[in-house]
T-cell receptor
Framework: EAGVAQSPRYKIIEKRQSVAFWCNPISGHATLYWYQQILGQGPKLLIQFQNNGVVDDSQLPKDRFSAERLKGVDSTLKIQPAKLEDSAVYLC????????????FGPGTRLTVT | DQQVKQNSPSLSVQEGRISILNCDYTNSMFDYFLWYKKYPAEGPTFLISISSIKDKNEDGRFTVFLNKSAKHLSLHIVPSQPGDSAVYFCAASSNSGYALNFGKGTSLLVTP
């Protein structure tokens, strides 16, 4: 089966600009996650979707970050405006509904904010 | 606050020897623990997991041990191979949300 797809793989923007990331999960995976991984840290959950509904967005900086999952499949994560501290790898993962742990990760998008 | 801690940023082991990676957690609500492996420029890939009702789970060369009273788990790789060189993340979840809480990772280098 095809894995989790993400694009773009790399993005460089200036602070205060906006950026969007796209994720296509594994077919049939109802649960989708966005993680932020800052250099030297483990991934940190930003938002979790179950189909097209939000399950957990407690760690999403809602003043600048937004995410949607229309039709319960693809998802986009947007940052507007970007700050220097947003430089990180943004990972998308998916899993079967209500399953413990075993999440399948995409390759990530490396964002550099200058 | 970091609820999952990997206190060793790096580990170097000779090929054929045992690699032991350690992980501690603070949240007693965690009941499922996982290890992920990550190569550069790739996303993490699932390696092995253990439920809190067990104290050991084995899969080939990989064994995970869980000590609930100490809130500690470890990953043993025997024998270690150069292809095992990667960053290993310990993660934990609870049935309240299923999202993973990750440690900072341990970079394992297996030398020939």
């Amino acid at each position: 089966e095809a894995g989790v797809a993400q694009s773009p793989r790399y993005k460089i923007i200036e602070k205060r600009q906006s950026v969007a990331f796209w994720c296509n999960p594994i077919s049939g995976h109802a649960t989708l996650y966005w993680y932020q991984q800052i250099l030297g840290q483990g991934p940190k959950l930003l938002i979790q979707f179950q189909n097209n509904g939000v399950v957990d967005d407690s760690q999403l900086p809602k003043d600048r970050f937004s995410a949607e999952r229309l039709k319960g499949v693809d998802s986009t994560l947007k940052i507007q405006p970007a700050k220097l501290e947003d430089s990180a790898v943004y990972l998308c993962a998916s899993s079967r509904p209500q399953t413990f742990g075993e999440q399948y990760f995409g390759p990530g998008t490396r964002l550099t904010v200058t | 606050d970091q609820q999952v801690k990997q206190n060793s940023p790096s580990l170097s082991v000779q090929e054929g020897r045992i690699s032991i990676l350690n992980c501690d957690y603070t949240n007693s609500m965690f009941d499922y623990f996982l290890w992920y492996k990550k190569y550069p420029a790739e996303g993490p890939t699932f390696l092995i997991s253990i439920s809190s009702i067990k104290d050991k789970n084995e899969d080939g060369r990989f064994t995970v041990f869980l000590n609930k009273s100490a809130k500690h788990l470890s990953l043993h790789i025997v024998p270690s191979q150069p292809g095992d060189s990667a960053v290993y993340f310990c993660a934990a979840s609870s049935n309240s949300g299923y999202a993973l809480n990750f440690g900072k990772g341990t970079s394992l280098l297996v030398t020939p």
